[in-house]
Nanobody, 122 residues
Framework: QVQLVESGGGLVQAGGSLRLSCTAS????????MAWFRQSPGKEREFVAR????????YYADSVKGRFTISRDNAKNTVYLQINSLKPEDTAVYYC???????????????WGQGTQVTVSS
């Protein structure tokens, strides 16, 4: 089993920044991807960004390119999401996910964190 714990969410004004963290514990061998998704009320869970655990290649949703940066610290089993120039439409619960395959759809990910709320005020 794998446990994922997110932190770093909060209330921030538009234009501000946040850094989200997600630490994995347990049986993390075989990890291929870690990713961030987000979900707003009444909407489906949306892919935000992913990073390959080996090599560190990244991929972003078009809606966040240039503002969001995903990174990882393998020694700490932690993935980060730096969010800059926040907009009210970024308001959502942000979820960390871990997968053993490559992809940008939620079904590709085997383990999920509990989520951290990001609220952006205008």
């Amino acid at each position: 089993q794998v446990q994922l714990v997110e932190s770093g969410g909060g209330l921030v004004q538009a234009g501000g920044s946040l850094r989200l963290s997600c630490t994995a514990s347990g049986r993390t061998s075989g990890v291929v991807n870690m990713a961030w998704f987000r979900q707003s009320p009444g909407k489906e869970r949306e892919f935000v960004a992913r990073i390959r655990w080996t090599g560190g290649s990244t991929y972003y949703a078009d809606s966040v390119k240039g503002r969001f940066t995903i990174s990882r610290d393998n020694a700490k089993n932690t993935v980060y999401l730096q969010i800059n120039s926040l907009k009210p439409e970024d308001t959502a619960v942000y979820y960390c996910a871990l997968g053993t395959t490559v992809g940008t759809t939620a079904i590709r990910y085997d383990y999920w964190g509990q989520g951290t709320q990001v609220t952006v005020s205008s």
